[in-house]
């Protein structure tokens, strides 16, 4: 596709439990981004990949967050035994992984937990 | 560490100049960026400005820095109701990940 992917757009869960969001980015980008952004407020970094490792992992907020990357392509971000903190909407990038380099966003998904 | 801050509101009339600003704390930020996000779609990159520069022009779009202060500043002339939205300021010190301010949300009045 011509820019990057996230599914699903929105998402309502019930707390405590488990839920796998994802992304596609653009091809051709070896750097992938997950960011946070709570009501009114700016994004939170959570992780980046470059290619399939994640080199910088220190914005997850728990150990309910993890996320992986497969085939340098699509990613996903597993949240476990959701809370009600969790509910944001999570944004991924993408970029070329050269520094400065423009990320470029998805629509982001909306997690709802109730 | 990273820490950046915006003001929350700014109301303009259409054909007046708006003037959004930031501030942050990392003084080894290597580039600073402006992101516009719209009601419903996704961070749309506006411009950004290496570190090393004070000023940079981008037709309606001037991006003043001071670095000594920390200071970043987004001007819009000629401000259309196309340009509400809220405007982000953000900066990355070369280590890839983006820092965010908390947004500023900027309507413009008919």
């Known amino acids: 596709g011509a820019g990057v992917s996230q599914s699903p757009s929105n998402k309502v869960t019930e707390k405590g439990k488990d839920v796998e969001l994802r992304c596609d980015p653009i091809s051709g980008h070896t750097a992938l981004y997950w960011y946070r952004q709570r009501l009114g407020q700016g994004l939170e970094f959570l992780i980046y990949f470059q290619g399939n490792s994640a080199p910088d992992k220190s914005g997850l907020p728990s150990d309910r967050f993890s996320a992986e990357r497969t085939g340098e392509s699509v990613s996903t971000l597993t949240i476990q035994r959701t809370q009600q903190e969790d509910s944001a909407v999570y944004l991924c990038?993408?970029?070329?992984?050269?520094?400065?380099?423009?990320?470029?966003f998805g629509p982001g998904t909306r997690l709802t937990v109730l | 560490g990273e820490d950046v801050e915006q003001s929350l509101f700014l109301s303009v009339r259409e054909g007046d100049s708006s003037v959004i600003n930031c501030t942050y704390t990392d003084s080894s930020s290597t580039y600073l960026y402006w992101y516009k996000q719209e009601p419903g779609a996704g961070l749309q990159l506006l411009t950004y400005i290496f570190s090393n520069m004070d000023m940079k022009q981008d037709q309606r779009l001037t991006v003043l820095l001071n670095k000594k202060d920390k200071h970043l500043s987004l001007r819009i002339a000629d401000t259309q109701t196309g340009d509400s939205a809220i405007y982000f300021c953000a900066e990355s010190g070369g280590n890839n990940r983006l820092a965010f301010g908390k947004g500023n949300q900027v309507v413009v009045i008919p």
């Open positions: 990038a993408s970029s070329l992984g050269t520094p400065g380099g423009e990320q470029f």
